[in-house]
């Protein structure tokens, strides 16, 4: 658990985060969105001490972060940032084995995390383990730069727009990898982003940030339920509301019985997935089949619909 407790960082007597708290739940994902410059990416360096607070505590596992040394806190909180931050002249595994070394694992656990990690990431140890970043698209370089930050497969991890140069293919692809490696591992995540989409995809809850002040810590449904200020509101789009809120959930929960015509949607599918094709294919109802083609119902617009409103 990460507990931040009235939190201020001044600069030039100007506070740009302002008294903020919030706890983040062992093994979820909290999501900080906001404005440029509204302080998030000068909270999440304080949860890891590369900026130190004026004001309030940060407590990591019921420790005070002031009374942990900042190099031995950064070896335990995973760190992945915009552009990657890779070493250029460091070969691929090189860069993925810094922390492994700074804490001395030996060579052969070094070796076989690197290759597990490289698997994970879709990286074909043999064909990437020895190049150079340089020599990497943009989209692998920042794999690579979240495979280093797990490395040491610490139990917290702090991202900063770790996503931010993907294009939107790859940018999926690489969440969907995310939330995968969040429940094998229990990582407790911190993410920074500028997108909302991004934030509802991969958040269990999300902090909204305006001018150095949290304006609203909760899960999504309750951002979208009861948006605590306009600029959440607006931040969370009035208009996408219905469809945010079935994007929250599968179609597994909505399978009724009986057959239905067309092309069958994966009961793992979001509910707003399910919405776009019962809607492009004109359809009332569509087939749901398990991920191995199994046939287990049929899920219906009108079902679908009711989901998409304002939840009481
Ligand atoms: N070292 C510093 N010295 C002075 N001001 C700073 C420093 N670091 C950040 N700031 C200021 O603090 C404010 C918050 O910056 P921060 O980078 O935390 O915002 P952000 O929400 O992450 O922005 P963005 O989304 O644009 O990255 C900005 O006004 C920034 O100019």
Same mark, same amino acid.
């Given at each position: 658990?990460?507990?931040?407790?009235?939190? =201020?960082?001044?600069?030039? %007597?100007? &506070?740009? *985060?302002?008294?903020?708290?919030? @706890?983040?739940?062992?093994? =979820?994902i909290?999501?900080?969105?906001? =404005?440029?410059?509204?302080?998030?990416?000068?909270?999440?360096? /304080? !949860?890891?001490?590369?900026?130190s607070?004026?004001?309030?505590?940060?407590?990591?596992?019921?420790?005070?972060?002031?009374?942990?040394? %900042?190099?031995?806190?950064?070896?335990?909180?995973?760190? &992945?940032?915009?552009?990657?931050?890779?070493?250029?002249?460091?070969? *691929? &595994?090189?860069?993925?084995?810094?922390?492994?070394?700074?804490?001395?694992?030996?060579?052969?656990?070094?070796?076989?995390?690197?290759?597990e990690?490289? #698997?994970?990431?879709?990286?074909?140890?043999?064909?990437?383990? #020895?190049?150079?970043?340089?020599?990497l698209?943009?989209g692998?370089?920042?794999?690579?730069?979240?495979?280093?930050?797990?490395? @040491?497969?610490?139990? !917290?991890?702090?991202?900063d727009?770790?996503? %931010?140069?993907?294009?939107p293919?790859?940018?999926?692809?690489?969440?969907?990898?995310?939330?995968?490696?969040?429940?094998?591992?229990?990582?407790?995540?911190?993410?920074?982003?500028?997108? !909302?989409?991004? &934030?509802?995809?991969?958040?269990?809850?999300?902090?909204? /940030?305006?001018?150095?002040?949290?304006?609203?810590?909760?899960?999504?449904?309750?951002?979208?339920? @009861?948006?605590?200020?306009?600029?959440?509101?607006?931040?969370?789009?009035?208009?996408?509301?219905?469809?945010?809120?079935?994007?929250? #959930?599968?179609?597994?929960?909505?399978?009724?019985?009986?057959?239905?015509?067309?092309?069958?949607?994966?009961?793992?599918?979001?509910?707003?997935?399910?919405?776009?094709?019962?809607?492009?294919?004109? @359809?009332?109802?569509?087939?749901?089949?398990?991920?191995?083609?199994?046939?287990?119902?049929?899920?219906?617009?009108?079902?679908?619909?009711?989901?998409a409103?304002?939840?009481?």
């Open positions: 658990m990460i507990d931040i407790q009235s939190v =201020t960082k001044r600069y030039g %007597g100007k &506070a740009v *985060v302002d008294s903020v708290s919030f @706890a983040v739940p062992e093994g =979820t909290a999501v900080l969105v906001g =404005t440029s410059g509204s302080g998030k990416t000068t909270l999440l360096r /304080m !949860i890891n001490q590369l900026v607070q004026d004001e309030g505590t940060i407590l990591i596992g019921g420790e005070d972060t002031r009374n942990i040394p %900042g190099h031995e806190l950064r070896r335990r909180i995973g760190y &992945a940032i915009q552009g990657h931050g890779l070493f250029p002249h460091r070969t *691929v &595994a090189e860069n993925i084995a810094t922390v492994p070394r700074l804490l001395k694992w030996d060579r052969t656990r070094i070796n076989a995390r690197v290759d990690l490289l #698997d994970l990431f879709q990286l074909d140890p043999a064909a990437f383990a #020895d190049r150079y970043p340089h020599q698209s943009g692998q370089q920042q794999r690579v730069g979240v495979a280093r930050a797990l490395a @040491a497969e610490p139990k !917290i991890l702090l991202m727009e770790p996503f %931010g140069a993907l294009d293919v790859l940018r999926g692809k690489a969440q969907d990898e995310l939330l995968a490696i969040q429940k094998r591992f229990g990582t407790t995540i911190v993410v920074v982003t500028h997108d !909302i989409n991004e &934030a509802f995809h991969l958040g269990d809850t999300i902090a909204v /940030m305006d001018k150095g002040m949290l304006l609203q810590y909760g899960r999504p449904i309750d951002l979208l339920k @009861a948006p605590a200020t306009p600029f959440v509101e607006g931040l969370v789009g009035a208009f996408d509301r219905p469809f945010r809120l079935l994007a929250l #959930d599968t179609v597994a929960g909505l399978i009724e019985p009986g057959e239905a015509q067309g092309e069958p949607i994966e009961a793992v599918r979001t509910r707003q997935d399910a919405l776009a094709a019962l809607m492009w294919s004109g @359809a009332d109802a569509l087939p749901v089949v398990s991920t191995d083609g199994k046939p287990l119902g049929r899920v219906r617009l009108q079902t679908l619909l009711r989901q409103v304002r939840p009481q």
